[in-house]
C-alpha cells in the first residue's frame, strides 16, 4: 500500500525566511497530494493541494511542487510570518475513492 | 453548505467508564466518514472510517468501536476506557478528494 515519508519533523526558521516541507511517496497510482495545517489545540484544516496533472500551484505566500516521476511533493512558505507556526501535514490519495495517507508531521517554529 | 459537527468538546473521564463520542455531517449525502485519535505532539492515527450506513472498517485492533446508524452520523464507543484512550480525537468526512474534519474531542481518562 501507500506509504508517505515527511522531512523533517521539526523545522526551525527566523521570521521572514523560507520554510521547505518535503513529502514522499510510494504508490504511483496517487494522484492527489493535500497540505494541511494543524495549529495547536485546533483541527487540521487544508491549505492547499495540488492534482498530479500539474506540477506546481501556488496561493499567495504558499505553493506546492511535484514531481511524479521522483514521487515527492514540497510545500514552500515564503515571508514566513508567526501565525505560520503550526504542524504541517502532506497526504496523498489514489481519488476521490481512496483514503488520505498522512504523513508523520512537521512542526514549524517560526523564530522572532 | 457541508458542515461538520463533533461533541463534546472537552472530556474527562474515568478508567474503566463507557465513552461516547458523536459526530454529524450536514449538507452531503453518503459521506466517507474517519475516526482518528492524535496522541499529544504525534500523527493522525486512523482508528475507523465508513463508506455508508452500518459499514465500518477498522484500522487499528482496541478496545474502542465504531458505529454509524444513519447516513450521517458516525459514533465512536468504548466500553471501558484505558488510560491509553487519553488522546484528541478527530471525526473526518471525505469531500471528493480531502477531508474536512470536526472540532474535535479532548479526551483524558483519568
Redo the contacts between chains.
Sequence with gaps: GENVEQHPSTLSVQEGDSAVIKCTYSDSASN?F?WYKQEL??????II?IRSNVGEKKDQRIAVTLNKTAKHFSLHITETQPEDSAVY?CAA?K???Y??I????T?LIIKP | SQTIHQWPATLVQPVGSPLSLECTVEGTSNP?L?WYRQAA????Q?LF?SVGIGQISSEVPQNLSASRPQDRQFILSSKKLLLSDSGFY?CAW?D?????????T?LTVV
Design positions: 492527489y493535500p489545540g485546533k483541527r487540521p484544516q487544508l493541494d501535514f490519495s481519488g476521490s475513492n483514503q488520505l498522512w504523513g508523520a508531521g512542526k | 466517507n474517519y505532539g504525534r500523527g493522525l486512523l472510517y478527530l471525505q471528493s478528494y480531502g477531508y474536512t474534519f470536526g472540532s474535535g479532548r
